[in-house]
């Protein structure tokens, strides 16, 4: 694995929000087929971090590579169509929506009628009936509304969407912080999967516990600084939150 | 065995009522649909004349010119926004169809530059909505009484009519009669309710009018142009607004600086009958056609019913209350 470029790396990622320094030269990188926890205290920089690498806005200084080759990604569709999907805790999906026109948001299938193009319902229903089974939900009608899944479900639909679409690296925020200790579970089943499946991973959460069961490696982040990175073996859950605990210290070579 | 059949039964009438919450899940116009029965039913028993072809047709007259506002209004609604300049922009497109066609303009051309000049004024209020994030409810109300300030200055507070010798064929196409007492804005609205409705739900235009209104940063991390979509929306409104203007124009062959005033509420009135939110994100053209077609039968079945005409508002405003009071509660009680 050593010696191949991972799939992402983020170099020298610096951003500032007016005087606030929200990131300060972090690198950072998720291997092929990895689940990369990404940890730290409210403010660590997290979801900078990962909105830059989203497209949501760009670094001030900073190079991102993807799958090796030096990229700008200046849009969420830009990040979706590089393979990068994410899975915002709130914004997973859209209540009041069916679950199958959730599931192709922004990418429906068409049949074409002269210059016309209308949503092709029956291969979405079919899919979204497929996928359903498959992480074990029932639900009557794939036109029912996302509103009648519970939040672990819903979080189960959105990473079988970034699945089935073929993503490459798995952003996931916060995915568990609101669900029960049941639905947590089968959602980090369901991250493994999705791993099994040859995916990449970002898991970025409050709750070390969630993340250990199923990362690879960890990073840490504090006050936009990383503090540290960790294989699994190398640390244990209780030492990364007494990292965090401790805040941030300047970094001693 | 005996048993199972036994049970089976039992469980049969909750079973029915589960069946009906989640097709009422998908269909929020019942409610407007069963008002529409309700008001149709009562009407015909207190209305002599209620059930004539006449009568129907006056129904659709009045129906037709507020539905293709409301049909615009809808549209806009579940995409998250609000328009309440729709009346003003009636105003100003009757009254540029009205000078235009006075100053001896060909008809087509008038009713074009009508349109054009109301896809400007939505253009502008979508431009300034997305651009500045103020609430369109405000940007929307500053319009409405912008343009109708305009329309009063322009025209000094008088109406404009047109006379014309026999009826242009334009005038007809917009709001001729045709089979005795019913109008050719009838084909109007029910053709852009079904195209909207169309649009709405089976393109994928329409998947993104319903994510902007659902969550409107969830649509955009997930590559929807939530910016673009009510930017189209609000031109959408504003024409299909000035269209409803034309017609009227051409029903009355005048107009004066206050036409379509308070237009605005009871388009939005409609829509929201028929079970479209307030908040966005839900609702359908289905429901607002009904919607439409209760306001309208009120209008002219109160009359028949020989109620004074002043009854309509108060009658209007408490069905859009109960309506409203009944749309919570079954969405509430099909999501159970």
Not at chain 2, 215 to 241: C, H, M, P, Q, W
Request: glycine share 10%; net charge positive; with cysteine.
């Amino acid at each position: 694995m050593s010696g191949r470029e991972p799939l992402v790396r983020m170099v020298n990622i610096s951003k500032s929000f007016g005087t606030v320094q929200a990131l300060k030269d972090v690198d950072f990188e998720v291997g092929y087929q990895e689940v990369m926890g990404l940890v730290g205290d409210n403010g660590a920089g997290k979801s900078t971090l990962i909105k830059i690498l989203t497209g949501v806005f760009p670094p001030d200084t900073g190079e991102i590579y993807f799958e090796g080759r030096r990229v700008d990604i200046r849009s969420p569709k830009e990040a979706r169509d590089l393979g990068i999907e994410t899975v915002y805790q709130d914004l997973a999906l859209i209540p009041l929506m069916s679950i199958s026109r959730n599931f192709f948001l922004g990418r429906e299938p068409v049949v074409r009628m002269g210059p016309l193009r209308f949503l092709d319902k029956r291969r979405m229903d079919l899919t979204v009936r497929e996928v359903l089974s498959e992480i074990g939900i029932k639900v009557r009608s794939p036109d029912e509304p996302v509103a009648v899944l519970s939040g672990g479900e819903r979080q189960s639909v959105a990473i079988g969407r970034a699945v089935h679409f073929g993503a490459k690296l798995l952003i996931l925020d916060e995915p568990t912080s609101a669900l029960s200790v049941r639905e947590t579970h089968k959602v980090l089943d369901y991250i493994l999967e999705a791993k099994e499946r040859g995916l990449s991973i970002i898991f970025i959460t409050h709750n070390i516990y969630h993340v250990y069961s199923v990362a690879d490696r960890f990073t840490i982040l504090e006050h936009g600084h990383k503090v540290a990175e960790f294989r699994k073996d190398e640390v244990s859950a209780e030492e990364i939150i007494e990292i965090i605990r401790s805040g941030y210290r300047e970094p001693e070579e | 065995m005996g048993q199972k059949t036994a049970a089976g039964r039992v469980k049969s009438p909750p079973r029915f009522f589960h069946l009906f919450a989640l097709w009422l899940r998908q269909h929020p116009e019942f409610g407007a649909f069963a008002g529409t029965v309700i008001v149709f039913i009562g009407f015909s028993f207190t209305a002599t004349r209620f059930l004539t072809a006449d009568s129907m047709a006056s129904i659709l007259t009045v129906a037709a010119e507020l539905g293709i506002v409301s049909a615009g209004i809808t549209f806009l609604m579940i995409s998250g926004e609000f328009d309440l300049s729709v009346g003003s922009v009636l105003g100003v497109a009757a009254m540029i169809f009205a000078m235009t066609s006075k100053a001896g303009w060909p008809h087509l051309a008038g009713w074009v530059l009508a349109l054009l000049a109301s896809a400007g004024i939505g253009l502008l209020n979508g431009i300034i909505v997305t651009r500045t994030r103020i609430p369109s409810f405000i940007t929307t109300l500053g319009a409405m009484m912008f343009w109708r300030g305009i329309l009063l200055a322009v025209t000094g507070g008088f109406p404009i009519s047109y006379f014309p010798r026999e009826m242009p064929l334009m005038f007809f196409a917009l709001n001729g009669r045709f089979a005795g007492q019913f109008r050719t804005s009838a084909l109007w609205f029910l053709g852009i309710m079904l195209l909207l409705n169309l649009v709405l739900v089976r393109t994928r235009y329409g998947n993104a009018v319903y994510a902007t209104g659902g969550n409107r940063e969830a649509a955009r991390v997930l590559g929807v142009a939530t910016d673009k979509v009510k930017l189209i929306n609000f031109v959408i409104s504003a024409v299909l607004a000035g269209l409803a203007g034309c017609i009227q124009f051409s029903r009355f062959l005048s107009v004066d600086p206050m036409r379509g005033l308070g237009l605005e509420l009871e388009a939005i009135a409609a829509a929201v009958i028929g079970g479209t939110l307030l908040t966005g994100g839900a609702g359908n053209l289905i429901g607002t056609l009904f919607g439409v077609l209760l306001v309208g039968m009120v209008r002219s079945g109160l009359v028949q019913a020989g109620a004074p005409a002043y009854w309509y508002q108060a009658f209007v405003g408490l069905i859009v209350v109960v309506a409203v009071i009944v749309n919570t509660n079954l969405r509430r009680w099909a999501l159970k």
